[in-house]
């Protein structure tokens, strides 16, 4: 079973006032269109998957990531039984250091979440599952399942391990 290689990479800010924030998306248009997402997708053809981490933030936020600033947050792998051509594996990576501020693109209009409490009931309904240990700082592995209204998760499998 053939995966299409995916990123996503979430930025981190600590807010003094708040607590720790993550900066993600609404999704205007494609795959997830309406959810609010991590700022990520494909990887091409000779990219490694952090750049095209670096290349997705820029491109959905207008933010320059370099690579040497993410860490490695870990694995999702996505499993759509009963639309095999959507499935993913998928490379998380975390990241505090950026130049510039989020800007709304075609794709996404940025916005900061505090990781105490995500919006998780506006997300792919898997993101409970993985999200916050990733956020943590934990490198998670996951496979997810999806049933076969392609929403709804049928199993989750994972493990993290703290950095």
């Keep these: 079973m053939t995966?299409?290689?995916?990123?996503?990479?979430?930025?981190?800010r600590e807010r003094a006032e708040a607590g720790?924030?993550?900066?993600l998306g609404l999704k205007r248009?494609?795959?997830?269109?309406?959810?609010?997402?991590?700022?990520?997708?494909?990887?091409?053809?000779?990219?490694?998957d952090a750049q095209a981490a670096c290349r997705e933030v820029l491109e959905e936020s207008g933010v320059v990531v370099?690579?040497?600033d993410l860490l490695d947050a870990g694995t999702v792998e996505f499993i759509f039984p009963s639309?095999?051509?959507?499935?993913?594996?998928?490379?998380l990576f975390t990241t505090r250091r950026w130049a510039g501020e989020p800007v709304?693109?075609?794709?996404?209009?940025?916005?900061?979440?505090?990781?105490?409490?995500?919006?998780?009931?506006?997300?792919w309904q898997d993101a409970e599952h993985w999200l916050p240990l990733a956020l943590a700082g934990s490198v998670v592995d996951?496979?997810?399942?999806?049933?076969?209204?392609?929403?709804?998760v049928a199993s989750a499998e994972y493990s993290f391990r703290a950095v």
């Design 3 to 12: 995966s299409v290689p995916v990123t996503l990479c979430f930025l981190l």
């Design 83 to 91: 639309r095999p051509d959507w499935n993913m594996s998928t490379s």
């Design 104 to 123: 709304e693109s075609s794709e996404i209009i940025p916005e900061w979440f505090l990781v105490s409490s995500l919006p998780l009931e506006r997300m």
């Design 66 to 68: 370099l690579e040497e």
């Design 29 to 48: 248009t494609g795959f997830g269109s309406g959810k609010i997402v991590g700022l990520g997708g494909h990887v091409e053809a000779g990219e490694t």
């Design 142 to 152: 996951a496979v997810i399942t999806l049933n076969g209204d392609n929403e709804t």
């Design 20 to 23: 720790l924030e993550v900066l």
